[in-house]
T-cell receptor, first 113, second 116 residues
Framework: EAGVAQSPRYKIIEKRQSVAFWCNPI?????LYWYQQILGQGPKLLIQ????????DSQLPKDRFSAERLKGVDSTLKIQPAKLEDSAVYLC???????????FGDGTRLSIL | AQSVAQPEDQVNVAEGNPLTVKCTYS??????LFWYVQYPNRGLQFLLK??????LVKGSYGFEAEFNKSQTSFHLKKPSALVSDSALYFC??????????????FGKGTHLIIQP
C-alpha cells in the first residue's frame, strides 16, 4: 500500500511570507492529522480531521495557520504570515480509526529566514 | 492534560547487549500507548502499541515494551541490540476517553546509539 505523501519536502521562505503544504493520506484512512516538529522536540498536534470535518484544532495558532481537507481526502496546511518560530518539520499522518496506529509521511522541512 | 516524559536524551548500548529506552506518561483516564522510531529526514515509523490486554507488547524488529500501570511507565526493550537500531525513538500517549480527539502527545525523544 502506498504511504502518506507530502510535498514539498523542503521549503525556504522569508518571514512574513506565506507558505502551503500538501498531504495525501493512505487510501481509505478517514482520519488525518497535522503535526509540527520543532528541532529537538517531539511532534505536536496542530489539527485533526475526521473525513472533511475538524475534530481538534485546539493547538493550531489560528491567527496565522489554517488547514482544510476538501472532499475528505487531500489536505493543505497554510501559514500566513510566517514567523521565525515556525521553522520546523510539518508532518502529516493518517489512520483508519482511533485504535490503530497513525502512519506518517516524511514531512516538509520549513526554514524561515 | 496528557504528557509523556522520556528522561534520557541519549542511550548508548554495545551491539549484542540488551537495551531499554524509558518512558513515563500521564493521562486522566486509561491510556493508549505507542512507540515510534524516526530515522534522519524521515517521518515516524510505528513500532508497537498498547491498547489493552497483556502488559508485555511485542512489536516490529524484535522490540517489545512493558506496560506498568502502577508506575505509569511503558519502557521499550530489546534483548540484543543491532547497530541498525540506532535512531531517534518517541513514546506517545493518548487518552482512551478523548471523545474523538485522538491526536497523540509525544515525548521529546531519545537518541539510541548502538556501538559496534
Amino acid at each position: 500500500e502506498a504511504g502518506v505523501a507530502q510535498s514539498p519536502r523542503y521549503k525556504i521562505i522569508e518571514k512574513r511570507q506565506s507558505v502551503a503544504f500538501w498531504c495525501n493520506p493512505i487510501s481509505g484512512h478517514a482520519t488525518l492529522y497535522w503535526y509540527q516538529q520543532i528541532l529537538g522536540q517531539g511532534p505536536k498536534l496542530l489539527i485533526q480531521f475526521q473525513n472533511n470535518g475538524v475534530v481538534d484544532d485546539s493547538q493550531l495558532p489560528k491567527d496565522r495557520f489554517s488547514a482544510e481537507r476538501l472532499k475528505g481526502v487531500d489536505s493543505t496546511l497554510k501559514i500566513q504570515p510566517a514567523k521565525l518560530e515556525d521553522s520546523a518539520v510539518y508532518l502529516c499522518a493518517s489512520s483508519p480509526d482511533p485504535t490503530r496506529p497513525q502512519h506518517f509521511g516524511d514531512g516538509t522541512r520549513l526554514s524561515i529566514l | 492534560a496528557q504528557s509523556v516524559a522520556q528522561p534520557e536524551d541519549q542511550v548508548n548500548v554495545a551491539e549484542g547487549n540488551p537495551l531499554t529506552v524509558k518512558c513515563t506518561y500521564s493521562v486522566s483516564g486509561n491510556p493508549y500507548l505507542f512507540w515510534y522510531v524516526q530515522y534522519p529526514n524521515r517521518g515516524l515509523q510505528f513500532l508497537l502499541k498498547y491498547i489493552t490486554g497483556d502488559n508485555l507488547v511485542k512489536g516490529s524488529y524484535g522490540f517489545e515494551a512493558e506496560f506498568n500501570k502502577s508506575q505509569t511507565s511503558f519502557h521499550l526493550k530489546k534483548p540484543s541490540a543491532l547497530v541498525s537500531d540506532s535512531a531517534l525513538y518517541f513514546c506517545a500517549v493518548r487518552d482512551r476517553s478523548g471523545g474523538g480527539a485522538d491526536g497523540l502527545t509525544f515525548g521529546k525523544g531519545t537518541h539510541l546509539i548502538i556501538q559496534p
